[in-house]
Every structure is written in structure tokens, then in C-alpha cells.
């Protein structure tokens, strides 16, 4: 139930073009990437203006410099030639493992027993930095010679001699955690091992979990099933206890940011200071209702000052650290929707606000850097509508903002030392291309992705909106059409559900968002439809709190208004809808088929069932704790109105899944049996909240089934002969 911002990365796709697939369903589960566009993998040189392109072939991979001004193109190695140099049974003769550049002549390349650095001058790479085996965590210091590693639960040090150094001694798996994603990976944390940029200290995160009750997850691959020891921290129930740790890779010092044993609150967004001296934690209270920003030295751990507190009725939620200014360490830029958008605000160091930066009337999704000259920043954006993704400059003296990328469809952009862009650029009209466009000249394209299902019948797409209930919201929805759509024939519809925070399904890219299933699910002769309800992301503070502690009631009543609207098109037949989510789209279909009577058939993946069960941040941040919020909670949850349940039902359960718990399914399945109503139910052995593999495949062989067997496509000469 987590998001994941990226910036301006491009990622990192193959070119070897791959044979003609038929779109069925087999060819959909075993080989997807068959379907997916292809465009070039490249990355700027260090300090040049020129990138590399890597050419795929059958028998090698070919790195090729690419300059900017008129000089030729260049090959600088081959897989081979790396392969010959490292002379290691990690690398291939035929593809290259993911490098960078260090500088023009030197990559930089990460195997699985370390880092190493090859002169393309010499013969023989150079090991930096051995990796620790076993390792569950680890971080590399700036420069690669040194590296922090969890190892047998504790925190270990690499230094440049080669030598091990344990810097704690009591870490215990589950029970305390080391460099691990605290808070359960919440307010954008996504590790606990953080280098300061001198590469002098090292902070990381240490979390006691014994506070937590003991969840007794079991192993059905043992015989007799074990109990797997595991805590998991329920709404409104005790938490975790972080504290924050710095070493002194000098020195040899740990010490532990100051902290109240007895607060019960969030560590996030852990920041060094340029010269690493200071170090800023963003303070959460357990209501999620108040950040405080606090400095601390780090070579003692005492808390220096609290540069500034924001607070909100409904949530505060922290995802980005202090942005120093480059060359100046005296400001830093800091993210805040405090004027209903995700905006940047200037701050010096002593926690004195300058101005807001930007007044852009749309959320800033992300931090793409500096400019070279340090005048201005990249941050990246919808603009006007929030189907789309652009590049945009920021001034720093005056917050104006260009806008870099132009077009529709979602923009990634790779930037250069000397600002020039590589721009990837995708929509649904576009399956993929790859511009250049350097900051003195034109903008040329480089290369245009091809489309592996253009000469494949896939039916055609399109973008809506609909008015909520509210009859001012506009919300934004799509849908796909079956090849040979007809207006005025009644189609089976399947709704794509997620709905939660932090979630965007309605975007312009090829599909328009919609997963390759879901294609083949519209190729077969489905209408395909989903949208982006009230509490989703790109659309304001204001869009996104609305939800505050009474789930699922706009969600629901957002997706119902779709549903609805199609149905009065004319072409859905109304006694074949379905609908399918996983987690919160889990629990979105039950609530659509507990709380509306449109569906006949639905696929409830992993679903909470009653947010009394669920995790303490992100529940508590939506819904506050069950004490603060009973009605809410009550409201809220699926078990009561299991009577009410239209449609037929497939519930799916992975039997390992730490993030929604298979109690939810349980529960769910013992008001069915009071309640004498039937469903069907599924259960993924050791499968965890991913279905993965083998386990994956099966999963969507059976929701095929059970739409097809819920929902038959008629097609118009079948139902021409029924009348007759």
C-alpha cells in the first residue's frame, strides 16, 4: 500500500528486438515484456557532453559514445571486453550488468562480492570495496571505500583496509532491528543506513520491536507447520521505539540522537548537513498531526534547536528531507502542501522561513537537482492536467518556472552536467521516444519505440471525467474498448479498482495505465474501465484529505458515479459488471460489492476487511486510532454488512503476507458462515502481499476463469441468434 517517487530517471529498458508474440493469455503471463516498447538505455558521461547508448545484440552488448556536437559516434567496450577484463563468473559475455561513470574513462560497476572501478586504459579493473556476505542491509560511502552492512543482526563496518568493524551488539531479527525501513516504510522511508557527504559518519536507524504484540506467522513448508516468530503493530495498539544512531567512522564514536524514551513518535526523512555536522530528523507525533524539524549535533547526539513545526487538522506527512542549496549551506529548500499543493519553501539553517519558491496550482511530484550554474533546481510535475508528467525549471531568486518538456504523456528526463536533457517521453498515442535537447540548440529525436501490439487488434481507449456527488469534484476515469466497438451493443464490463492514497491508475501512457491483463481482458471482447477517486494522488492536499477518518464512503460513491455513467452510455450491460483490486483495491471490491448493487462478479486480492487489523501509521494517518474514531471504524468496515454482499466473490489470500494479514480473509470468511453466504476463496501458500512466479500466473488463469465464467462475452451474431 506504499508509493514509490521516482525523479527524472529513465529506465533502464533492452533493444534486442524480440519475435512477434500472439496476445493470449499464456503469452501475457510467461512472456510480458514480449509487449512492452523498447527504447535505448543511456546515461550521461561525467563531466562531458556526450552519453553512452548501449546496443543490444545477440552475441554482445556494445557501449556507444554519443557527442554532442559533430564528432562520430564511438564504441568504448563491448560486454565481451568487460567480461575478458573482470575475468569473474558474475559477469556475461553477451550482456553488461548495470554500470555508471565516475569519470570520462572509468565506470563504475557493483558485482555480488563488491564494487569495482575500470579504467577503460587499463587492463584490469580495480576492487574498491568488498561486500559483506549474508548482508540484509548495506550503504556505501562516497568514494567507495568504505560501506556499512547488517550482518547477523547487527551493524558492521568496511573500512578501506578490508577489515570488519561491528559497531553494535545486540541487534535480535524481529525483535531489534538495525538499518532497517523503520515505521514500516512510512513517510518515505525506504532504508535506515544513511552516509554523510564526507563520508565521515554514518547515521542509521535502530528499532526495538518488542513493544509490539508477537503475530504468529506460520510456515506451511514444514513438517509439521512452525510458527515463524514476527510482530505487527495494529491501529491504535503499541509501536515500535526508533532511535537514531551516528557513528564516527574517525573515531571509532557511536553515539544515539537525543530522545525521550517515552515519546511515542515518527523519526523521518533523516538529512545529513553538507559538511556532515549537523544532523535534521523530521518529527512525527503518533496523531500525524505535527512535524517538528529538529537539528542535531552530530558529534555528540544532543539536540540542538527546532528550526520550524507544521501542523494540519487532518495529517502532516514529511516524504523529503532539507535540500540544501549547492555552494550555500546556510539554505535549504524544503517540500510542504501547507498552501493546498506540494510546493518548495526556502529556509535558512536556523529555521527562518525566506518565502515560498513555487506557487505552482499542481502537486510537485519530485527533486530532479541543481542546475549547473546553481541558479536554479528541476522538479517534476503534472502541470494543468494531471494525466500528464513534465520536466520544470525553477529560478531560485524569483520561483519562476519553465516548463522543459512539452507534449502530452508522462516525461522522464535524464540530466546532464551541462543541463542538457534526455528526454523519454511516452503517452497513449506514443509507445515510447528518446529526444535530446541541449540547452544552446534544437531538440532532435534519437530514436522512436516501437510498438510490439500496433499490428495486433487491441480495441481503442478513452479518456473521461464525470462529476462526484458533490457536483463539483471533477474526477478523471478511461476506459478500453474491445476491437470492433460497437455503441450500440451491451459489452461486459471489468472495473479496475484501487482507489487508496498515495495511488494514481489514470495517467497518459501507452495503455493508459491499465496492466497487460486488463488489455488482453479488453482484446477478448471486455469494456475495461477505472478512476481516480477522491483520496488519490496528483490532485491537492484538499483532494487527497477528504478521505480523513471515514473510509471508503467517497471512494465508493466516486467509483459507483463511474459505473453509473457508463450504464447510461448505452453500450454496458448492466447485469455483467465486474470489478478487481489488490490491498486497497482488495478491499475497495468488497466495499463496492458490500455497499452497491451494480457488480455480479468480483476478485478481492489480499483486502483489508476492518482497519482495526491494519498497520499503525498508515491507518492512524487516514482514520486516527479506533479509540479516537470508533464510528469511523466501525463504518468502515467490511465484516458488519457481509449479508449484503451482490455478486459472486472470489477471495484471494496469500498465506504469508506480512502486510495485510491473512486475519483479515479469516474474518471475512467467518461472517460469511454465520451470516450462510457464499463465496469463493483462494489461499497462495507462503505467498507474501506480491504474488510472485508460478503463484502469479495461477492467480490470473483463475480471476480469467471466474470473469468468464461470471460475465460471458456475447458477441452480437450470438445474441442475433438467441433472439431468434
Known amino acids: 500500500m506504499h508509493r514509490s517517487l521516482c525523479l527524472a530517471a529513465l529506465a533502464a529498458v533492452l533493444t534486442a528486438p524480440l519475435a512477434a508474440q500472439e496476445f493470449t493469455l499464456d503469452n501475457v503471463l510467461t512472456n510480458p515484456l514480449a509487449f512492452v516498447p523498447r527504447l535505448p538505455t543511456v546515461m550521461w558521461m561525467t563531466g562531458e557532453r556526450a552519453f553512452t547508448r548501449i546496443d543490444r545484440g545477440e552475441e554482445r552488448d556494445e557501449v556507444v559514445r554519443v557527442n554532442l556536437d559533430d564528432n562520430p559516434s564511438e564504441v568504448l567496450f563491448t560486454s565481451q571486453d568487460l567480461h575478458t577484463a573482470f575475468d569473474h563468473e558474475a559477469t556475461d559475455a553477451k550482456h553488461l550488468p548495470p554500470f555508471s561513470w565516475v569519470d570520462k574513462t572509468t565506470i563504475r560497476v557493483e558485482l555480488p562480492d563488491g564494487v569495482y572501478h575500470w579504467d577503460l586504459a587499463k587492463a584490469q579493473p580495480h576492487k574498491t570495496l568488498a561486500f559483506v556476505e549474508g548482508a540484509t542491509a548495506s550503504a556505501i560511502a562516497p568514494g567507495d571505500r568504505h560501506a556499512a552492512f547488517v550482518k547477523d543482526d547487527d551493524l558492521w563496518i568496511r573500512k578501506p583496509s578490508g577489515d570488519l568493524h561491528r559497531v553494535t551488539w545486540d541487534g535480535k531479527d524481529g525483535d531489534i532491528v538495525y538499518g532497517g525501513a523503520a515505521h514500516r516504510a512510512e513517510f518515505g522511508i525506504t532504508d535506515g543506513l544513511w552516509w554523510d557527504p564526507t563520508g565521515r559518519w554514518l547515521a542509521f536507524s535502530r528499532e526495538d520491536m518488542r513493544p509490539i504484540a508477537i503475530y504468529p506467522y506460520v510456515d506451511y513448508d514444514t513438517q509439521p507447520a512452525s510458527r515463524k516468530h514476527g510482530r505487527y503493530p495494529m491501529a491504535g495498539r503499541a509501536d515500535s521505539q526508533v532511535t537514531i544512531g551516528v557513528y564516527d567512522r574517525e573515531n571509532d564514536r557511536l553515539v544515539y540522537l537525543a530522545h525521550d524514551d517515552d515519546a511515542d513518535l515518527y523519526w523521518t526523512n533523516v538529512t545529513f548537513a553538507p559538511d556532515g555536522r549537523e544532523v535534521f530528523v523530521a518529527l512525527v507525533n503518533r496523531g500525524q498531526n505535527q512535524m517538528q524539524l529538529v537539528a542535531f549535533d552530530t558529534a555528540t547526539g544532543d539536540r540542538k534547536h527546532t528550526l520550524f513545526e507544521e501542523s494540519d487538522a487532518e495529517w502532516v506527512e514529511p516524504e523529503h528531507g532539507p535540500i540544501f542549496l549547492p555552494n550555500d549551506d546556510t539554505r535549504f529548500l524544503w517540500f510542504s502542501p501547507r498552501d493546498g499543493y506540494e510546493n518548495l519553501w526556502v529556509y535558512d539553517r536556523t529555521g527562518k522561513l525566506e518565502r515560498q ?368
Not at 508522462?410 to 540530466?415: D, I, N, P, S, Y
Not at 478500453?480 to 489514470?506: A, R, T
Request: charged share 20%; glycine share 8%.
Open 357 to 724: 519558491l513555487t506557487k505552482a496550482r499542481f502537486d510537485l511530484a519530485s527533486f530532479g537537482g541543481f542546475t549547473a550554474d546553481g541558479a536554479h533546481c528541476y522538479v517534476t510535475g503534472s502541470g494543468d492536467d494531471p494525466l500528464q508528467m513534465h520536466l520544470w525549471r525553477v529560478e531560485l531568486a524569483s520561483g519562476a518556472m519553465t516548463q522543459l518538456t512539452q507534449g502530452r504523456g508522462r516525461q522522464a528526463c535524464l540530466v546532464s552536467d551541462h543541463d542538457d536533457l534526455l528526454v523519454r517521453s511516452t503517452s497513449a498515442e506514443n509507445p515510447g521516444t528518446l529526444t535530446l535537447v541541449p540547452h544552446d540548440g534544437d531538440a532532435r529525436e534519437l530514436a522512436k519505440a516501437e510498438d510490439p501490439l500496433a499490428k495486433i487488434d487491441t480495441g481503442s481507449h478513452e479518456f473521461f471525467t464525470v462529476t462526484a456527488d458533490d457536483g463539483e469534484t471533477v474526477l478523471h476515469a478511461a476506459l478500453l474498448k474491445p476491437p470492433g466497438f460497437d455503441p450500440n451493443h451491451k459489452y461486459p464490463l471489468i472495473h479496475y479498482v484501487y482507489g487508496g492514497p498515495h495511488s494514481q491508475l489514470v495517467t497518459d501512457t501507452p495503455g493508459c495505465g491499465f496492466n497487460l491483463w486488463l488489455r488482453y481482458m479488453a482484446s477478448r471482447g471486455y469494456l475495461v474501465s477505472c478512476v481516480d477517486n477522491r483520496g488519490t494522488d496528483n490532485r491537492g492536499i484538499e483532494f487527497e484529505q477528504s478521505i480523513h477518518r471515514h473510509l471508503p464512503m467517497h471512494e465508493v460513491s466516486d467509483n459507483a458515479t463511474v459505473i453509473r455513467h457508463l450504464i447510461d452510455r448505452g453500450f454496458v450491460d448492466p447485469t455483467r459488471i465486474g470489478v478487481h483490486g489488490w490491498s486497497y483495491g482488495g478491499y475497495m471490491t468488497l466495499n463496492l460489492m458490500l455497499r452497491t448493487d451494480l457488480f455480479a462478479a468480483g476478485v478481492a486480492g489480499a483486502p483489508v476487511t476492518d482497519w482495526s487489523r491494519y498497520e499503525t501509521g498508515y491507518t492512524e494517518r487516514y482514520m486516527d486510532t479506533p479509540q479516537e474514531n470508533p464510528e469511523g471504524y466501525t463504518a468502515a468496515s467490511t465484516l458488519p454488512l457481509v449479508s449484503k454482499l451482490h455478486g459472486r466473490l472470489l477471495l484471494i489470500s496469500p498465506s504469508d503476507d506480512h502486510t495485510v494479514m491473512p486475519s483479515h480473509s479469516i474474518a471475512f470468511l467467518d461472517h460469511c458462515i454465520d451470516e450462510g453466504v457464499l463465496i469463493d476463496h483462494m489461499v497462495y501458500p507462503m505467498q507474501q502481499h506480491g504474488l510472485r512466479g508460478k503463484d502469479r500466473a495461477h492467480f490470473y488463469r483463475l480471476m480469467t476463469r471466474h470473469f468468464e465464467e461470471q460475465l460471458p462475452v456475447e458477441h452480437a451474431a450470438d445474441e442475433a441468434a438467441a433472439r431468434k
